[in-house]
């Protein structure tokens, strides 16, 4: 049993003026989400350092796409998102403009509203020290808590994660432009026209030195009677921890992000004592920016055996390791 979709992270920003490259040491940034980071939110777009017509992260990965101008984290779910997640100002500044009062919605939908020159959806945009600015988009519609003119200290809430704007799912994408107005990539404190891999490298901006580069992962993961279809894994990311043994199935699914050609994605599920129940290593022929996927067995004549089973996910890159998640199910 399978299933794939492709999810397309878009979302666009004020054009910037492309200068040379540049070294910044003047802005240092906190997470501008109230999140745990690869837990309950994680960074799926990075800043575009392909001067030409492709796209690379500043690790010549291809976590990032054509243009994009900023850092995308992303929630695991709209049900995360209806729960509430804080947006928060990067750093010390004043507030110079607001936009509320466009709706949730992805910008593909029917319904969706026409995003000439709003593709940012909802957003504040932060003046920091020496003209630095911050520009946080997608909030949710009724969620912005400051107005023009208000002064915010980093790590104040400004918002909340939402679905504004032209995205296809919930997340903040943050862009920092420096003085000149050039954007910048916070990883590493170069201007976005600086090619990835530059001899110069600088130095991240982040405040938190664990901040580094995720080379992608799983957004989501868990166990159920029945295979989830993209909606349900979109809307609430559907898991239990417990089963009857009449189950129709045991399933095992797996949102994974920032997959790459040759990637291997592992699924299996263990039955108790540990042996194999099922296993599936799909291999990718692609790039994608997100990849959903589902495994699982039909259940035996007489039911499933009681016990501790569990369902365990890999994204395996070049014969290591990239991320890993467990999902303990107890059958009754």
Not at 193 to 204: E, F, L, R, V, W
Request: hydrophobic content about 40%.
């Amino acid at each position: 049993m399978r299933a794939a979709r492709r999810i397309a992270a878009a979302a666009g920003v004020c054009l910037a003026v492309a200068g040379p490259a540049t070294q910044a040491a003047a802005i240092e940034l906190r997470l501008p989400v109230d999140c745990r980071l690869g837990e309950t939110c994680m960074i799926q777009q990075y800043v575009d350092r392909d001067p030409g017509s492709g796209a690379t992260d500043h690790r010549c990965a291809s976590l990032s796409y054509d243009g994009h101008k900023g850092t995308d984290i992303r929630l695991q779910s709209l049900a995360a998102m209806r729960a509430g997640v804080d947006v928060l100002a990067a750093a010390d500044g004043v507030v110079a403009g607001v936009r509320d009062g466009m709706p949730d919605i992805r910008f593909n939908d029917p319904g969706a509203p026409d995003l000439e020159g709003r593709d940012c959806g909802n957003g504040v945009r932060i003046v920091h020290a020496d003209g630095w600015s911050t520009q946080y988009c997608h909030l949710q519609e009724g969620s912005v808590s400051v107005a023009k003119g208000t002064r915010v200290a980093a790590g104040q809430p400004i918002g909340r994660i939402g679905l504004s704007g032209r995205t296809e799912f919930p997340h903040v994408h943050l862009t920092l432009r420096d003085g000149e107005g050039r954007v910048v990539d916070p990883f590493d404190g170069r201007s976005m026209d600086t090619p990835c891999g530059a001899k110069a490298a600088g130095d991240s901006l982040w405040a938190d030195p664990t901040l580094a580069h995720v080379p992608g992962g799983v957004v989501s993961a868990g166990m159920l009677g029945h295979v989830p279809s993209y909606e349900e894994v979109r809307a609430e990311a559907p898991s239990v921890e417990r089963l009857p043994g009449d189950a129709q199935s045991l399933i095992a699914w797996t949102f994974f992000f920032g997959v790459m050609k040759g990637d291997r994605l592992a699924i299996s599920i263990r039955a108790p004592g540990g042996g194999m129940l099922v296993s599936n290593t799909h291999v990718m022929d692609r790039n994608r920016a997100a990849e959903f996927r589902a495994i699982g067995r039909r259940r035996p004549e007489g039911g499933w055996p009681a016990g501790a089973y569990e369902g365990r996910a890999a994204l395996i890159r070049n014969g290591s390791v990239v991320a890993t998640r467990r999902m303990p199910l107890t059958v009754e």
